[in-house]
């Protein structure tokens, strides 16, 4: 069995769009990588099979039982992989990777379609699963959440959040200060609309430069 090292483990998630151009751009990748995971969703296939990631020197997991299959894993050939089959279907792929002779985590992919309610039950029934087991568990997903901070046009209600922390940068607490005075992922608003402000009251006496900010990041709803 070979041990997977895990602090030299590149791990990217990626959504493909179906197309054989972004799959290029994802082979050209992993050929240059010794020790990586992939996990991808909606792939580009032909024919039932996922096209344009073949023939690596690694491994290919999908669900093989479905036309279309939208969530893939890639492992190169120094992982050991094994499919958590109790969780593999076509919106989802779920493996066990093997680091040392004792220690197991659990990586997937999953696509969750936007017509259904969130989170999937295979979801939960992993999450639920890994709990009770015990394993770590790392998940890539396409949540098909939108917000025009992630470059969509509206958000969606996905894309709303009810945790305190920061939806831009996920740092630090949503307060007012944060996001008028520091926060750096809306930097480049507050300078279209505010300058840089010192202080609060400062940023209150531009009432219509708040606005616009507010609904430039869409944030007043
Ligand atoms: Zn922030």
């Not at 609309?193 to 430039?216: D, Y």
Request: charged fraction near 20%.
């Amino acid at each position: 069995m070979m041990a997977c090292p895990s602090s030299k483990t590149s791990l990217v998630q990626a959504n493909l769009h179906h197309s054989e151009t972004a799959s290029a751009q994802l082979r050209k990748w992993l050929e240059v990588q010794r020790t990586a995971i992939a996990l991808i969703q909606e792939p580009w296939v032909g024919a039932g099979k996922i096209k344009g990631l073949n023939n690596l020197k690694g491994k290919l997991f999908y669900s093989s039982e479905h036309d279309k299959p939208r969530a893939c894993i890639y492992t190169t050939k120094d992982i050991c992989a094994q499919p958590l089959t109790d969780f593999c279907s076509r919106d989802m792929y779920a493996v066990a990777i093997q680091y040392t002779q004792e220690s197991r985590l659990v990586v997937a992919s999953v696509y969750m379609p936007e017509e259904d309610t969130p989170p999937p039950h295979d979801l939960s029934r992993l999450v639920n699963f890994c709990e009770r087991t015990g394993l770590e568990v790392v998940i890539g997903t396409d949540s098909n959440a939108h917000h025009p901070l992630w470059g969509m046009e509206k958000p969606n209600e996905r894309g709303v959040t009810d945790s305190p922390l920061c939806r831009a940068c996920m740092g630090e607490e949503e307060t007012a200060a944060h996001v008028l005075l520091k926060c750096p992922e809306v930097a480049t608003y507050r300078a279209k609309h505010l300058g840089t402000p010192g202080s609060l009251p400062e940023v209150a006496c531009n009432i219509k430069g708040l606005l616009s900010f507010f609904g430039e990041i869409s944030w007043l709803e």
